[in-house]
Nanobody, 111 residues
Framework: VQLQASGGGLVQAGASRRLSCLASGRAFNSYSVAWFRQGPEKEREFLAAVRYGTSRLYYSDSVKDRFIIFRDNAQNSVTLQMNNLKPEDTALYFC?????WGRGTLVTVSS
């Protein structure tokens, strides 16, 4: 499986942005797909995950009121809907499936 994250860009504070994690080579199944981010001079931070076997969702406390994770089985992708973005959300966003990490997509939030 290879992962490709997309959807990053420059947005203004308060705006929304949707990131997509697309899998190629093999379909997601059974395990969790997660989103992480790493801001400037910060450690990588878990944001959200969806478990394919149970469809259970997991969120970090820092984003649970603003971000939504959902999957698209037809597209073999997992989306992270980010709302009410803040400058502190500026980071490189990554998706992860099992031990596989996709290349990040950069989100920059201007104040």
């Amino acid at each position: 499986v290879q992962l490709q994250a997309s959807g990053g860009g420059l947005v203004q504070a308060g705006a929304s942005r949707r990131l997509s994690c697309l899998a190629s080579g093999r379909a997601f199944n059974s395990y969790s797909v997660a989103w992480f981010r790493q801001g400037p001079e910060k450690e990588r931070e878990f944001l959200a995950a969806v478990r394919y076997g149970t469809s259970r969702l997991y969120y970090s406390d820092s984003v649970k009121d603003r971000f939504i994770i959902f999957r698209d089985n037809a597209q073999n992708s997992v989306t992270l809907q980010m709302n009410n973005l803040k400058p502190e959300d500026t980071a490189l966003y990554f998706c992860q499936y099992r031990t596989i990490w996709g290349r990040g997509t950069l989100v920059t939030v201007s104040s």
